[in-house]
T-cell receptor
Framework: DAMVIQNPRYQVTQFGKPVTLSCSQTLNHNVMYWYQQKSSQAPKLLFHYYDKDFNNEADTPDNFQSRRPNTSFCFLDIRSPGLGDAAMYLC???????????????FGPGTRLTVL | RKEVEQDPGPFNVPEGATVAFNCTYS??????FFWYRQDCRKEPKLLMSVYSSGNEDGRFTAQLNRASQYISLLIRDSKLSDSATYLCVVNTGGFKTIFGAGTRLFVKA
């Protein structure tokens, strides 16, 4: 089945120790997103890629970076995690409808990040 | 004011009940609207898109009111398996989407 895969599912890191979260997709969608979701809050868009074009949200801290080496893979790098970065990180994909209505997003299962 | 607002609930209803959720959005240029369902500690999954004319999928009915800038979700004949958080999602243009914080629903036997 076509899907969005995230690794690892659970990640524990120490305060200030860089961490990388991984996302891959078999849907061949050209748009990929990273969201941060804290407990009982809405998923918050950090950034998205349209193909290789990177689009950062204005309020995404510089501590968060992303890479998309090819269509299938996208990485979230947290350079110096703080206690406030503990959250679920969700990767999602969608296809470009060529100017038609925005299409649905397909989410991976998420990576739950704990910062000690 | 939040860009997308939902009543957080929780809504506690018995099986078989009808329940309705509303969601308001602030950006009048918003173009596409969705309801997603999120189970505890799981990822959001699309429940249904919301079309201008309103649309129905089995027990679920979604409505859009552009003039008042809100969307609604109606669930008829609630099942225990409907217990989840329902997220209102608004596309404000391009690939930018805003999620509401969700409305929690508990369906009791």
């Amino acid at each position: 089945d076509a899907m969005v895969i995230q690794n690892p599912r659970y990640q524990v890191t120490q305060f200030g120790k860089p961490v990388t979260l991984s996302c891959s997709q078999t849907l061949n969608h050209n748009v990929m997103y990273w969201y941060q979701q804290k407990s009982s809050q809405a998923p918050k868009l950090l950034f998205h890629y349209y193909d290789k074009d990177f689009n950062n949200e204005a309020d995404t801290p510089d501590n968060f970076q992303s890479r998309r080496p090819n269509t299938s893979f996208c990485f979230l790098d947290i350079r110096s995690p703080g206690l406030g970065d503990a959250a679920m990180y969700l990767c999602a994909t969608s296809r470009d409808t060529g100017g038609l209505a925005f299409d649905e997003q397909f989410f991976g299962p998420g990576t739950r990040l704990t910062v000690l | 004011r939040k860009e997308v607002e939902q009543d957080p609930g929780p809504f506690n209803v018995p099986e078989g009940a009808t329940v309705a959720f509303n969601c308001t959005y602030s950006n009048s240029a918003s173009q596409s609207f969705f309801w997603y369902r999120q189970d505890c500690r799981k990822e959001p999954k699309l429940l249904m898109s919301v079309y201008s004319s309103g649309n129905e999928d089995g027990r679920f009915t979604a409505q859009l009111n552009r003039a008042s800038q809100y969307i609604s979700l109606l669930i008829r004949d609630s099942k225990l398996s409907d217990s989840a958080t329902y997220l209102c999602v608004v596309n404000t243009g391009g690939f930018k989407t805003i999620f509401g914080a969700g409305t929690r629903l508990f369906v009791k036997a």
